[in-house]
């Protein structure tokens, strides 16, 4: 497993200390693993007066005889010491005074995080590092001025990104006093391709497949129902799995919007063709019932004589009303009639609805509709799903 080999440089009342750190995070955390090679160091004046100044160092392997402040990592679940072949531990005293005191250990830290934006989510790890029973009137924790902590070159973890680090102090006041504390924050950001390439493309392709069904033809009932039933199971179990890897929460994240949003749209995909089936039944049992009374609706055609009409066209989108009533001896009458015109607005031509008289039947138009709608609508939520999480992504630093 990738590590992040950090160093911390530190001062305790007075005394420098050095800490290097390699950290594997696994995914998800929490918990959080860290293998941590530990040194740290003191500044004592009697080794100064002791050692020759030509000496560059002197190393001790009894570092029980050694004086160490009482460290320890207050987010730290596990922990042990590494001995294989040897102890990993080692100790240096200086000429000028300082001791070096160097141990190799592995830890799992607690890492609380906020999954509200996964997987576009930033998070924030933090190592702390405490006094645990002397306080600040015996033993004080300072970070070393200029660069405290630095970290491997070349550095590769398989989900996420190291993209800072802040160094901060943490003391803690209890009734017993007040103890020193350090902490380092990791700001980490998760690596999105991973994720791209394994839910939302998939995903996706499950939508335009559901779709295929609006352009089968109405009778083929089979075809479209294992169609939507199939891209239906196989949605569900994709948002299974992707829930089943992660904790469970009791917010809403990014990853539950779009995976809920998509079983919604297999699920309409689904729900059209019961409305389409629906609609040709419908339509075929009106022409049912057209073919069994066709003489009624001839004998109600013939009953109005075209020649009896009422208004007739006069070419210029006017209607010009006939006479009800004919007396020869009243021309005058009869011309003042004739003259009287109906002037009515010539109709707008709607167009789409004259577009969808070309089909036919109800059901053929609910399957027009839906090849239109359903992309146009999932595009937009594209549009605000991408907008929405890409720019929030500081909110899970937090």
């Given at each position: 497993m990738p590590e992040t080999f950090l160093a911390f440089?530190?001062?305790?009342?007075?005394?420098?200390?050095?800490f290097a750190f390699a950290w594997p995070l696994l995914?998800?955390?929490?918990?959080?693993?860290?293998?941590?090679?530990?040194?740290?160091?003191?500044?004592?004046?009697?080794?100064?007066?002791?050692?020759?100044?030509?000496?560059?160092?002197?190393?001790?392997?009894?570092?029980?005889?050694?004086?160490m402040p009482d460290l320890f990592f207050s987010n730290e679940k596990e922990g042990h010491f590494h001995n294989i072949i040897m102890p990993n531990v080692y100790i240096r005293i200086f000429p000028h005074g300082s001791v070096l005191y160097s141990i190799r250990i592995s830890l799992t830290l607690s890492c609380p995080m906020n999954l509200k934006l996964y997987p576009l989510d930033r998070q924030t790890c933090s190592l702390r590092m405490a006094s645990y029973g002397w306080t600040t009137d015996d033993l004080v924790f300072l970070w070393k001025e200029g660069d405290?902590?630095?970290?491997?070159?070349?550095?590769?973890?398989?989900?996420?990104?190291?993209?800072?680090f802040l160094t901060d102090y943490c003391n803690s006041k209890t009734n017993t006093g007040e103890y020193s504390c350090l902490k380092v924050d990791l700001l980490f950001k998760r690596e999105f391709s991973y994720y791209l390439i394994q839910i939302y493309i998939p995903c996706c392709m499950l939508v335009i497949v559901s779709w295929v069904s609006f352009w089968l033809d109405q009778s083929a009932v089979p075809a479209r129902v294992s169609l939507g039933v199939t891209t239906l199971?196989?949605?569900?179990?994709?948002?299974?799995?992707?829930?089943?890897?992660?904790?469970?929460?009791?917010?809403?994240?990014?990853?539950?919007?779009?995976?809920?949003?998509?079983?919604?749209?297999?699920?309409?995909?689904?729900?059209?063709?019961?409305?389409?089936?629906?609609?040709?039944?419908?339509?075929?049992?009106?022409?049912?019932?057209?073919?069994?009374?066709?003489?009624?609706?001839?004998?109600?055609?013939?009953?109005?004589?075209?020649?009896?009409?009422?208004?007739?066209?006069?070419g210029s989108a006017n209607f010009a009303m006939k006479p009800l009533v004919r007396h020869p001896e009243d021309s005058m009458s009869m011309d003042k009639l004739q003259q009287c015109e109906i002037h009515m607005q010539p109709r707008k031509k709607n167009c789409?609805?004259?577009?969808?008289?070309?089909?036919?039947?109800?059901?053929?138009?609910?399957?027009?509709?839906?090849?239109?709608?359903?992309?146009?609508?999932?595009?937009?939520?594209?549009?605000?799903?991408?907008?929405?999480?890409?720019?929030?992504?500081?909110?899970?630093q937090e």
């Open positions: 440089d530190l001062i305790t009342s007075g005394r420098s200390s050095v995914t998800p955390p929490p918990p959080i693993s860290l293998a941590a090679p530990v040194l740290f160091g003191a500044f004592d004046d009697r080794s100064a007066t002791l050692m020759s100044r030509k000496l560059k160092y002197l190393t001790l392997t009894e570092a029980s005889r050694v004086w405290p902590v630095q970290v491997v070159k070349n550095l590769h973890l398989p989900r996420f990104t190291l993209e800072k199971l196989t949605m569900a179990t994709q948002t299974s799995g992707i829930n089943a890897s992660l904790p469970p929460v009791s917010y809403t994240k990014a990853i539950d919007v779009w995976t809920g949003v998509c079983l919604t749209f297999v699920f309409g995909a689904l729900l059209e063709f019961a409305l389409v089936n629906y609609a040709s039944r419908s339509d075929m049992h009106s022409d049912n019932i057209k073919k069994q009374f066709p003489q009624n609706e001839m004998e109600h055609s013939s009953s109005i004589d075209p020649s009896s009409e009422l208004l007739e066209p006069d789409c609805r004259s577009w969808l008289s070309k089909f036919p039947t109800r059901s053929k138009r609910i399957d027009v509709i839906s090849r239109i709608f359903f992309p146009i609508v999932f595009a937009f939520f594209n549009l605000a799903y991408w907008s929405t999480y890409l720019f929030r992504e500081d909110e899970g």
